[in-house]
């Protein structure tokens, strides 16, 4: 037999040199079972485990487990980014409508779109007889516009290449009357207002377009096919997120997207409800949007 585990407690502040009567003997206050226990494990000590390492299944259902948390993070972060340039496109697309608004209130006139070589400057300068009205840019440089990339035009909210540059175009309508100085006022709103050959169409789809990459192209009429508009004065878009691909189906190939066309550049515009085959944005500018301007301005009637 071991003999009887004995263990002395010294209350706080005291040591060795403490009161000897203060001191008492702990196997006098513990209970019989902790006695034992304590005999016990003076006797004979529990072992401790040896150290195990992850085994490879186990590792593996870790990094499982943490590739899934981590692609369930990245995936929410590209569809925010999407939206985050989704809205500056938008944002871009109605500056660029208030900019042409403003030109043709200081300038009696629109300015035409820039060409694809003219860095940004509408074209011809001054205006008249627009060398592309219906596949030609915002030209940023004639608007004064910013930001712009290194050949001068606007870049919508996609990214930096020739592909996402900002569309503009405009009608030719009454011997081009929007884009030549004093023409609105020589003509009048009332003849103005009135649909007329060279006026912009948009239409919510493009399926069955009649005479599409002509001049008279226009909506198709059945009824489940829509007009957006038949005369607007000038439609400004971007080529959305795919900008540089044609979509798949037949609503993209009617906006113009140089130097891949694959519609003749025409009057006729889409704007399709977003989704896999669409993804252009497009803002419209219509003649009472444009006159109620010109009016409040003091240039019309
Ligand atoms: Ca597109
Ligand atoms: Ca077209």
Same mark, same amino acid.
Request: charged share 15%; glycine share 10%; net charge negative.
């Given at each position: 037999?071991?003999?009887? %585990?004995?263990?002395?407690?010294?209350?706080? /502040?005291?040591?060795?040199?403490?009161?000897?009567?203060?001191?008492?003997?702990?196997?006098?206050?513990?209970?019989?079972?902790?006695?034992?226990?304590?005999?016990?494990?003076? +006797?004979?000590?529990?072992?401790?485990?040896? $150290?195990?390492?992850?085994?490879?299944?186990?590792?593996?259902?870790?990094?499982?487990?943490?590739?899934?948390?981590? /692609?369930?993070?990245?995936?929410?972060?590209?569809?925010?980014?999407?939206?985050?340039?989704?809205?500056?496109?938008?944002?871009?697309?109605?500056?660029?409508?208030?900019?042409?608004?403003? %030109?043709?209130?200081?300038?009696?006139?629109?300015?035409?779109?820039?060409?694809?070589?003219?860095?940004?400057?509408?074209?011809? *300068?001054? /205006?008249?007889?627009? =060398?592309?009205?219906?596949?030609? %840019?915002?030209?940023? *440089?004639?608007?004064?516009?910013?930001?712009?990339?290194?050949?001068?035009?606007?870049?919508?909210?996609?990214?930096?290449?020739?592909?996402?540059?900002?569309?503009?175009?405009?009608?030719?309508?009454?011997?081009? *009357?929007?884009?030549?100085?004093?023409?609105?006022?020589?003509?009048?709103? =009332? =003849?103005?207002? +009135?649909?007329? +050959?060279?006026?912009?169409?948009?239409?919510?789809? /493009? =399926?069955?377009?009649?005479?599409?990459?002509?001049?008279?192209? *226009?909506?198709?009429?059945?009824?489940?096919?829509?007009?957006?508009?038949?005369? $607007?004065?000038?439609?400004?878009?971007?080529?959305?997120?795919?900008?540089?691909?044609?979509?798949?189906?037949?609503?993209?190939?009617?906006?113009?997207?140089?130097?891949?066309?694959?519609?003749?550049?025409?009057?006729? %515009?889409?704007?399709?409800?977003?989704?896999?085959?669409?993804?252009?944005?497009?803002?419209?500018?219509?003649?009472?949007?444009?006159?109620?301007?010109?009016?409040?301005?003091?240039?019309?009637?």
């Amino acid at each position: 037999m071991n003999p009887p %585990f004995r263990q002395r407690r010294l209350f706080p /502040g005291q040591g060795h040199g403490g009161m000897p009567g203060l001191e008492f003997d702990a196997t006098l206050h513990e209970s019989a079972p902790a006695r034992n226990r304590m005999q016990t494990s003076t +006797a004979s000590p529990v072992p401790i485990p040896a $150290a195990r390492g992850f085994t490879l299944i186990e590792l593996a259902i870790v990094l499982f487990v943490v590739g899934l948390l981590l /692609g369930g993070m990245l995936l929410p972060l590209a569809g925010q980014q999407d939206i985050r340039n989704f809205g500056d496109t938008q944002k871009i697309l109605i500056e660029s409508r208030d900019a042409l608004l403003g %030109f043709a209130m200081a300038n009696d006139r629109l300015p035409c779109p820039a060409s694809a070589a003219s860095n940004g400057v509408e074209s011809p *300068a001054g /205006g008249g007889a627009c =060398t592309n009205p219906y596949d030609g %840019f915002l030209p940023a *440089a004639t608007l004064g516009l910013s930001p712009v990339d290194a050949q001068g035009y606007r870049l919508d909210g996609w990214g930096g290449e020739a592909a996402h540059r900002v569309r503009y175009a405009v009608s030719t309508a009454n011997a081009n *009357a929007f884009t030549t100085q004093n023409q609105m006022k020589s003509i009048g709103m =009332t =003849t103005l207002a +009135a649909v007329a +050959a060279g006026d912009l169409k948009v239409c919510n789809t /493009g =399926t069955d377009m009649a005479s599409e990459g002509t001049a008279t192209a *226009a909506c198709d009429t059945t009824p489940t096919d829509t007009t957006l508009a038949a005369d $607007a004065v000038a439609v400004i878009y971007s080529l959305g997120k795919n900008a540089g691909v044609e979509g798949a189906g037949d609503h993209e190939k009617h906006n113009s997207s140089l130097p891949a066309a694959v519609v003749a550049a025409d009057p006729a %515009f889409v704007n399709a409800p977003q989704g896999p085959a669409f993804d252009d944005q497009m803002l419209w500018l219509s003649k009472s949007a444009l006159f109620n301007r010109m009016v409040a301005a003091g240039r019309l009637p």
